[in-house]
């Protein structure tokens, strides 16, 4: 088989393992079985059952928690998690990735790029949203400031109406 055939079958079945189920169930493995509309009950089980603890972010900010030893948090209301966060390391290669796959299950994205300065330092995001017609979303950030890359998460069911945040 010639070089560049060789190389070309390479990237092809390189590209197909990368967007293959299994990495989409790596994507939702990494939520550490929290799930939308559990309780707040069900939630602070599953955090202790890890060893993990809900802590709330701020008496100023209702509803959200941060799962304190992991890489998420949550926004509980009406005694129920109405949102799931999770932040990565990452940078462009990675994002290109969760966004490719994200478009097998929900289809094309609404995306937005922003570009601002915060004192001398710049910010950048390129914001990817996916929606499905039940109204599970989710939300795929890549940001970079000050030379440093990120990839944040935000799951969520748009048909959730929220009247009130949980506080303990």
Same mark, same amino acid.
């Given at each position: ?11 092809? %079945? /390189? +590209? ?8 989409? #169930? ?7 079985? =929290? ?59 990675? %994002? /290109? +990735? ?8 929900? #289809? ?7 570009? =601002? ?52």
């Amino acid at each position: 088989m010639p070089k560049g055939l060789l190389l070309i079958c390479g990237f092809a %079945f /390189a +590209l197909t393992a990368l967007s293959s189920g299994s990495t989409r #169930g790596q994507m939702l493995d990494g939520l550490h079985d =929290f799930k939308l509309g559990s309780s707040f009950a069900d939630a602070q089980r599953n955090a202790s059952e890890k060893g993990w603890r809900l802590k709330e972010l701020s008496p100023n900010l209702p509803g959200n928690w941060v799962v304190e030893g992991s890489n998420l948090s949550l926004f509980i209301c009406n005694d129920k998690v109405g949102s799931i966060q999770q932040h990565r390391d990452g940078g462009l290669h990675d %994002f /290109a +990735l969760i966004v490719q796959t994200f478009r097998i299950k929900y #289809g094309e994205p609404a995306t937005t790029i922003l570009t =601002f300065p915060v004192g001398p330092t710049w910010i950048s995001n390129i914001d990817a949203r996916f929606a499905s017609p039940s109204g599970e979303t989710v939300n795929v950030k890549l940001s970079e400031a000050a030379g440093k890359f990120g990839i944040d998460f935000n799951f969520y069911n748009e048909n959730t109406n929220c009247t009130t945040e949980t506080k303990p």
